[in-house]
């Protein structure tokens, strides 16, 4: 193994304006209270038998492992989100799915599908569903924002 | 080091199905046989004194380093293909260099283009080519495809 | 903690033509001296008590975190520059904040959007600046090239 299998997950999301499109998605993982730290974007697994946590302190400039979706819009009047599901398996031992999903659209529509999204992915592997979580945020551009939703994989 | 460096390569591809892009992305992982796992993007060096695996177990969940090409299509009865080449040089001492190429196109153009890709990366580096080995896949879009070609890197 | 923490940093950038806009990329990481190893991509934070480094002696094919702009271009006579710049808190405790921009532009032009777009991610903190460091690189394009500018992570 090259990197340690995490044992921990943490679901958020948060939104932003900014000066640039980078700025706003920099605010927007400040809003969702990882914004100091250097994120991995990962595909898309919730290992089996990790534990979820409601929140995660992570060192200023860590390397933290992340499922995520984003999206950055800088059309004043427009709504964006941003989503993540995951489906547990009734299998325990079977790892759960995370979707990521984003759109010019509402924060409701955004999450059904992604929740939709992690339904399919389960039935795919031919897996009974025991649980689907999810988290999305919804954001109204001023000038520049962003709407960032995560799964954060830890230890 | 931050990470400890792979001993270790397998090449795998595979296409699938899905109910949206990231679905058919997902399928396509698990057709290539790491569809459980939690896919690092590097770029794209095979390191020295690899070897090369047929098969590879990856716990559920595993942070898994990987470069790979891929490809997502919803316009039905469009050919798509994925593929990657890995160039080792005389010198064993030095790096392998990987290069991936994915288009609309068919599989053995895909395989071509990334072979001559890694050819020409290798002279850059003015370095002999001992071997290229590439593998790549082809999939035709029934309402929406993914088409993926990897190596992933293991210890 | 998944992953170690990194100690030091580099700051580095390149440009190169190449035979693709993958093999440009290539040749502009080797020409900014990291191109036999395996970038992993990461959003972006210079943790506190980091020391720069001048020189860094990557072995081939390690896995090195990396937080990069980079812009490829294959239409001939087109300037295209990327940058990165780091702004450093007054409170060393606290992270710096690395950001990055690429455009079809003059380095300076880019160099100088990259730093304000660090100074502004600083306000957004709260925090008083100390100083921000920056480095860009431009490149004519002859066939197909790219330009990369970067903040490597070691140890």
Redesign the interface.
């Known amino acids: 193994?090259?990197?340690?299998?995490?044992t921990t997950y943490h679901m958020t999301s948060g939104a932003s304006e900014?000066?640039?499109v980078?700025?706003a998605?920099?605010?927007a993982?400040?809003a969702a209270g990882i914004?100091?730290?250097?994120?991995?974007?990962?595909?898309?697994?919730?290992?089996?038998h990790?534990r979820e946590v409601s929140f995660v302190t992570l060192?200023?400039?860590?390397?933290?492992?992340v499922?995520y979706a984003s999206i950055t819009c800088d059309k004043p009047g427009q709504v964006i989100a941003a989503g993540v599901a995951i489906a547990f398996p009734e299998d325990e031992?079977?790892?759960g799915?995370i979707?990521?999903?984003s759109a010019q659209d509402t924060r409701e529509l955004v999450e059904a599908?992604v929740r939709?999204?992690a339904e399919?992915?389960m039935k795919?592997?031919g897996k009974k569903i025991k649980q689907i979580k999810s988290v999305a945020v919804e954001h109204l551009v001023s000038q520049c924002g962003a709407a960032f939703a995560s799964v954060v994989?830890?230890?």
């Open positions: 193994m090259i990197f340690k299998t995490p900014g000066f640039t980078l700025n998605f920099d605010g993982l400040m914004g100091n730290t250097n994120l991995v974007k990962m595909s898309s697994i919730c290992p089996p990790t060192p200023h400039g860590a390397l933290v492992p499922a031992d079977h790892a799915l979707m990521e999903y599908k939709k999204m399919e992915g795919m592997r994989l830890w230890d």
